[in-house]
Structures are given as structure tokens and as C-alpha cells.
């Protein structure tokens, strides 16, 4: 009985957090972005889009996540302070699940707002967003996720070991 209720109050603790969260971030309306100052100003609400892509199930407020990736990409292909140069095994990743590339695309522009020293840096780029694809698929695989040998091989691999392969695919 008394394993009964902590199994439920757990799960309602866990339910009510992801609903929490996944209404946390709100999607910033008529901004404007023209001046490097624009794009600044707007990093903290890039960095909670990104958290909120990351977080919220994929199959969940669809509509809401529409919205997200398109203020995600409309900051993304103008900002002044980063490039984000695309490979073939980036998409390769991202073939079988098109959800994943705007993950890569999120993990690695959040990884250089944090680190801004690491802005020219292509492979910590690369490991940020490989690290969000790894991060998604395993949450949503199944749910909106289909499963992909490919990814599955990197979640296999310790930090040193995904270093090396993207240094390899760099080359």
C-alpha cells in the first residue's frame, strides 16, 4: 500500500513538472531582427527555445513547436556571431528523422552562446549538436522518433570516443 502511493505521487509529480515545463518557454512575437544588437538581445529567449525543443516530448503541442523552430531558424540564419557549417553526416544523422536536424542545429547555437570562445571551434560545435540528437532520440525514440542505427552507435560511445569520430568526419 504504502509502495502504491509513493509510485503515484511520483508519477504525478512527474506529470505535472512536464506540463510545467513544456508551458514554460513562449515564443517571442514581432521581433525584430536586423542589427547585431537585435539577435544579443534576444539570446536568453533562444537559449529557453532550445531548452523547450530539447524537453517537450516531440509529439507534444505540435503547433507550439512549429512556431519554436521557425523563430529558432529565423535567429539562427541571421545572426552575426556564429556560422553553423553543414556536413554530409550531419544530415545523415537527421535523414530519417527531420525533427533531429533543428536539435543539432539548437544544440550546437547553445553551446556557443554559453561558450562564446568557441564560436569558430567546428568540432565542439559538432559534439553540442551531436549531444542534443543523442539526448532527443533517446527520450522521444519510438515516440516520434524512429529508431536509427546510426545514432545508435554514437550513444554507445564514451565523450572520447565521439570526439575522435567527429574530428574524423571534420577531415
Request: charged residues 25%.
Amino acid at each position: 500500500m504504502k509502495l502504491q502511493k509513493i509510485v503515484i505521487t511520483l508519477f504525478v509529480t512527474v506529470l505535472a513538472f512536464q506540463v510545467n515545463f513544456s508551458q514554460e518557454f513562449n515564443i517571442p512575437k514581432n521581433i525584430k531582427l536586423e542589427a547585431a544588437e537585435d539577435y544579443k538581445k534576444h539570446e536568453a529567449d533562444v537559449l529557453n527555445c532550445i531548452n523547450w525543443l530539447e524537453n517537450t516530448p516531440i509529439e507534444q503541442d505540435s503547433e507550439k513547436r512549429l512556431l519554436a523552430k521557425a523563430f529558432l531558424m529565423q535567429w539562427a540564419t541571421g545572426t552575426p556571431t556564429m556560422t553553423i557549417e553543414m556536413q554530409a553526416f550531419q544530415l545523415d544523422l537527421t535523414k530519417k528523422n527531420a525533427d533531429l536536424l533543428i536539435t543539432f542545429l539548437g544544440g550546437w547555437i547553445k553551446h556557443v552562446i554559453e561558450n562564446p570562445e568557441d564560436k569558430d571551434n567546428m568540432e565542439a560545435g559538432n559534439i553540442a549538436g551531436i549531444t542534443s540528437i543523442i539526448k532527443v532520440y533517446s527520450a522521444n525514440k519510438g515516440n516520434g522518433i524512429k529508431k536509427d542505427k546510426r545514432i545508435e552507435k554514437l550513444i554507445k560511445m564514451n565523450p572520447s570516443e565521439l570526439q575522435e569520430w567527429v574530428a574524423k568526419k571534420l577531415k
